[in-house]
């Protein structure tokens, strides 16, 4: 089964672009990259898209459809009704490159700023033991196939450019709770969370969790823990009367 569909695609520049029109077959069962690769054999060969895996794991494929981020590659065509008007736009947070494909390489940037793993110095390779629930906690974190859509719906950097400067994002700032809740990780991580990495210009809105296409609970259970730990450290009176007397 298969009917004709108008799709809006935005198509441009860094300098200038706009929606273009187009009438375009879709078969019962298809995706959005599916339409997308069809426009570009028969209708726009020049038509920028980047994906790879075409199977929700590369995380390459996001863009933004009727203004939400998803992945292209895991929007099926019947979740909109013949009615709806379908428009695919570039992700807004990340400068375009060219129509669909934006430079996400803000994002490699702030997990460049992030500290790696830091075992005790002594630990040797072999001797890494972790229980159960901290191995299943690491584990959600490690599902991220780095796709940026938390990075991209986030109203920090969104709707504004000048906080990018001084914030990570809910994919970084999830990284910095991974590690900061490791039992095997040494370094101390909370004054850079909130300092560093601006956790505290996250107003847990759930947006990231709520576009998360592998369902992580990124509010939940990585940017809640971690401001509980900076609240913690720096508004418990007992712990500040502690700090501030080891400090004499
Ligand atoms: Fe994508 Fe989820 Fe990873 Fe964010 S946390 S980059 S939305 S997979």
Aim: proline share 5%.
């Amino acid at each position: 089964m298969s009917d004709t569909r108008l799709v809006r695609v935005w198509r441009g520049d860094a300098d200038d672009g706009q929606l273009v029109d187009f009438q375009v077959e879709v078969h019962e069962g298809e995706v959005m990259l599916d339409v997308l690769h069809r426009l570009q054999a028969t209708q726009a060969p020049d038509l920028a898209v980047r994906w790879n895996c075409k199977a929700g794991k590369c995380g390459s494929c996001s863009a933004e459809i009727n203004g939400r981020p998803r992945l292209l590659c895991m929007t099926r065509m019947s979740v909109f009704s013949e009615y709806d008007e379908v428009v695919v736009t570039p992700l807004r947070t990340f400068p375009v490159i060219r129509d669909l494909v934006t430079d996400v390489s803000f994002n490699y940037a702030k997990a460049r700023e992030i500290p790696s793993f830091t075992p005790p110095a002594d630990l040797a390779p072999g001797e890494y033991r972790m229980a159960q629930v901290d191995v299943e906690r690491s584990q959600e974190f490690r599902k991220c196939i780095e796709c940026f859509l938390c990075q991209d719906v986030c109203h920090v950097v969104r709707d504004h450019e000048e906080h990018k400067e001084s914030f990570a994002g809910p994919r970084f700032l999830m990284r910095v709770a991974e590690l900061e809740m490791h039992p095997l990780d040494v370094a101390d991580r909370v004054d850079a969370a909130q300092d560093e990495h601006g956790l505290g210009r996250c107003n847990i809105t759930k947006c990231c969790t709520d576009v998360c296409p592998e369902g992580i609970k990124i509010t939940d259970n990585a940017l809640i823990p971690m401001k509980e730990r900076v609240a913690d450290r720096r508004y418990d009176p007992l712990v500040w009367l502690g700090r501030t007397i080891s400090r004499r």
